[in-house]
C-alpha cells in the first residue's frame, strides 16, 4: 500500500448513477451523412448575458472582458462590453473558442455565473455580483510608531469552501498604508487570506518602500506563524493590525547560462518558488552587462526555495530545470539557471459517430445529434514528477488539432476537459504513424475505436526529450456518457471525513486493468459529495482513497492510476469490496423511493460487516 490509502470498509457509499441521456443519429442515412461527428463551423456569434447583484437589482456599467487563448496556449485576442441599466451586456462577433471572461465593477465581486473552463459563443449567461469583503488596521515598528508608504498584500490560502489554494493572485484595491499608518484591503473574494508586509510586489523589479525586508505576517510572525483572517463578500474585517518586524533576510543570486546554440534574449525573467508551490512567490528580470546575465532575489526568510528561468524568442522558449535552493541564516550566491531548449507536441482530438445503441433522445424527439465541439475542449499536459508542478493548459482548433510548447524532459500524462456532459473519451493513442485528417473527422475514430487493448501511450505516459518534436497524440471522443453521483457518510456517525477523500472508478473488466483512461478520480467535497462526470460507458467497481490528516498545499496528489504500483493496489481494494456499478448509454435510472432522482445505491451493512449492491430503480 502506498502513502495513499485505499478504503472500503469504513464509509458508506452512496451512489447514485445517472446515466447522461445521449444524442442520436436521425434513422434516414442521408440525415447521417449531413451530420458530421465534428463542427467546422466559422459563423462568428455574441456572448450575452446579465449582471445582476446579490438581490437580482441590474449592475449598470460593469465592464465584461471575453479572453481567447489560441491552440498552442497563447494569448490570441480579447473584446469587451459593458452593461447597461437593466445590467444587460453583448460581446459580440467572437469566433468560435472558449473564452476566460472577466467582470469588474467596483467595488463588486463575482459570486456566481461564470465558469471556471470559460464561456463559448451563442451562449447567454447570468452573473451574480455582490460587494467585496474588506479588512482594514494599522501597521506599526517594533516600538509601536506607525509605518507610512509600507504595501499589505492579501494572499488567499483558501477559497470560500475551505478548501486548500496554493496559487497567491488576487484582485484587490487598496492596501497601502496612509500617514496614520493605517490600511484599508477592499474587493476581497470570499475566502481565507493571510495579510503580509514587506516585500510583497511579485512581478515588479523597482523596490519599495522596506522592500528589502522580510516580510511580516499578520499579527507579527514569519509565514509558518500567520494567522489566517476569513471573510465572506459584504464582511468588513478591522483592527487586524500588524506589527512589522522589520528584519534585513538574506539574498539569493546568481547567472542563468543561454543555450549555446541561442542568444539569450531580453524577454528572460527567473521565478522564485516556496518550496511546495506551484504558482511563483516572486519573478525577476535578468540583468545584462557584457556577456553577463545575473539575478537577485532579496528580503528571504531562513527556508526552502525553488528557481526556474524561462527565455522567450518569438515562437521559441528556452528554460532552465528547477534548482533548490536552501536558505540557511546566510546569503547564497553563485547560482547556475542552464537553459536548455524546449519540445512541442502535436496532436487532435477526433469524435467518433454515435453508435446505434447510443440513439435515445434524440431519435424520441426526431433530431440529429448535435456535434461535438471540439474547439471548446481543453487538453491538459503534466509533468509526473513531484518536484515539478507546473501543468500545461491548451485550447485545440477548431478541428481538433492542438499544439503544447514549452515542454521540457520527463514523462507526460495528458486529460481532456470534454465540456460536454454527453461526452467521454474512447481512447487516448499515439499511432506509429500518425492519421491523415479523417473525412468528416470521423474516419480514423472510427477505426481507432475497433483497436484492442489499452494502449502502450495511455498506459505509460509520454516520455519527452528536451529539444525534440513529438507529433501523433490522439484523443478519440464519442457520446453516450454517464455520471456518477453520490455522498460518503462516516462509518460512525458525527466523525468527520477523512482530508482530501477521493472516490475512484475501476473498470472491472480484467483486460482494462491498465486502461488508465477508463479510470476516474474525483476528490469529495467538504459535504461528502461526489460527482464523476464524462464517464464510459461500461461496468466499474467503486472504491476511496484517503490521505489522513494532511490537507497542504504542497502535497499533490496524482491519479492513482498513473502508478503503476497504486493502480494495482487501488484495483485489488476495489475488487475485495465488491461495490459494482453498471453504466450503459440512453440508461436512465429512477428511484423507487423518489420518482424524481435517479438513484442506483450501493451500500455498506455496518452491522454484518457485509456489504451489497442493492437496485433501487427501473429504468425507463
Known sequence: MSASQLVSRSWIVAVVVTSVLVATLATDARAQDASPATTTATERKPIRGRVVDENGRPVDGAAVSAVLYGASGNFAGTASGTSNREGEFTIADLDPGLYSLWVQSPPLVVVDGIRERGASPGQSLTIRMARGAAISGKVVDKDGQPLTGLHVEPIRVRDEEGLRLDDDSVEFRGGVTDDRGEYRLWGLESGTYLLAVGHTVKYADEPRFLSDRVRTFYPSSNRAGATEVTVRAGDDIANADISFKGEAGFRIS???????????????????????????????????????????????????????????????????????????????????????????????????????????????????????????????????????????????????????????????????????????????????????????????????????????????????????????????????????????????????????????????????????????????????????????????????????????????????????????????????????????????????????????????????????????????
Not at 475505436?449 to 526529450?465: H, I, K, N, Q, Y
Request: positive net charge; aromatic residues 8%; charged residues 30%.
Open 254 to 620: 546568481g547567472a542563468v547560462i543561454g543555450v549555446p546554440s541561442h542568444k539569450l534574449s531580453p524577454w528572460t525573467r527567473v521565478e522564485l518558488y516556496q518550496a511546495g508551490m506551484s504558482s511563483p512567490d516572486r519573478s525577476s528580470t535578468v540583468q545584462f552587462k557584457g556577456d553577463a546575465s545575473t539575478f537577485r532575489f532579496e528580503a528571504l526568510e531562513d527556508g526552502e526555495y525553488q528557481l526556474v528561468a524561462t527565455s522567450w524568442e518569438r515562437d521559441d522558449q528556452d528554460t532552465s530545470e528547477r534548482v533548490t535552493v536552501r536558505v540557511r541564516g546566510a546569503d547564497v550566491s553563485g547560482v547556475r539557471l542552464e537553459l536548455q531548449p524546449t519540445s512541442t507536441l502535436t496532436g487532435r482530438i477526433e469524435a467518433r459517430a454515435p453508435k446505434p445503441d447510443e440513439a435515445c433522445q434524440a431519435a424520441a424527439d426526431g433530431k440529429a445529434p448535435p456535434p461535438l465541439r471540439l474547439g471548446e475542449m481543453v487538453v491538459r499536459a503534466r509533468r509526473v514528477d513531484a518536484k515539478f508542478y507546473r501543468a500545461w493548459t491548451v485550447r485545440p482548433k477548431s478541428d481538433g488539432e492542438f499544439t503544447v510548447k514549452g515542454l521540457g524532459g520527463g514523462v507526460y500524462r495528458f486529460a481532456l476537459d470534454l465540456g460536454d456532459d454527453d461526452a467521454f473519451i474512447e481512447r487516448l493513442d499515439r499511432p506509429a504513424t500518425p492519421p491523415a485528417t479523417p473525412a468528416k473527422g470521423v474516419a480514423s475514430a472510427q477505426a481507432a475505436s475497433r483497436t484492442e487493448g489499452p494502449s502502450p501511450f495511455a498506459r505509460d505516459g509520454l516520455s519527452v526529450t528536451r529539444g525534440q518534436s513529438v507529433k501523433g497524440v490522439r484523443f478519440v471522443v464519442a457520446r453516450g456518457a454517464a455520471r456518477v453521483r453520490g455522498r460518503i457518510a462516516p462509518a460512525k456517525e458525527g466523525e468527520p471525513l477523512p482530508s482530501r477523500a477521493r472516490v475512484c472508478l475501476v473498470p472491472a473488466d480484467p483486460r482494462q486493468k491498465d486502461d488508465v483512461v477508463h479510470y476516474y478520480e474525483v476528490e469529495v467535497e467538504r459535504d461528502g459529495t461526489f460527482d464523476v462526470r464524462n464517464v464510459a460507458p461500461g461496468e466499474y467497481f467503486v472504491a476511496t482513497r484517503t490521505f489522513p490528516g494532511d490537507d497542504r498545499p504542497d502535497l499533490e496528489i496524482f491519479p492513482a492510476a498513473w502508478d503503476p504500483k497504486e493502480r494495482a493496489a487501488l484495483r485489488d481494494s476495489a475488487e475485495k469490496a465488491g461495490v459494482r456499478v453498471t453504466l450503459s448509454p440512453c440508461q436512465r435510472l429512477e428511484s423507487y423511493a423518489d420518482a424524481s432522482s435517479l438513484t442506483e445505491i450501493a451500500s455498506i451493512d455496518r452491522m454484518r460487516g457485509t456489504r451489497r449492491l442493492t437496485h433501487q430503480y427501473r429504468a425507463r
